[in-house]
Nanobody, 119 residues
């Protein structure tokens, strides 16, 4: 089994910064793409940023230039540095990873961490 544990969420004023971390543990063979998603109240979960094992990244248009995703493959950890935060960035942030083994692949999700940006 695999576990993803997020940390780093909290309450911050608009214009501030937060850094989220997500550490994977358990029966890990390899992790392909890792990503951060968020879900605001009353809205669908959306992709915020993703990063491949090789380091290629993609971002939602709404966070480009403000957020940076990175990962440490040796630590099975993905990070999200969030700068110039806006109230519309408020939501629960979930970590996702595509885990692979010789016999197949499966996605896993973390439990989520709350990010609240006050105006």
């Amino acid at each position: 089994q695999v576990q993803l544990v997020e940390s780093g969420g909290g309450l911050v004023q608009a214009g501030g910064s937060l850094r989220l971390s997500c550490a994977a543990s358990g029966s890990i063979f390899s992790i392909n793409t890792m990503g951060w998603y968020r879900q605001a109240p009353g809205k669908q979960r959306e992709l915020v940023a993703g990063i491949t094992r090789g380091g290629s990244t993609k971002y939602a248009d709404s966070v480009k230039g403000r957020f940076t995703i990175s990962r440490d493959n040796a630590k099975n950890t993905v990070y999200l540095q969030m700068n110039s935060l806006k109230p519309e960035d408020t939501g629960v942030y979930y970590c996702n990873g595509e885990f692979t083994w010789p016999m197949g692949a499966q996605d896993f999700w973390g439990q989520g961490t709350q990010v609240t940006v006050s105006s």
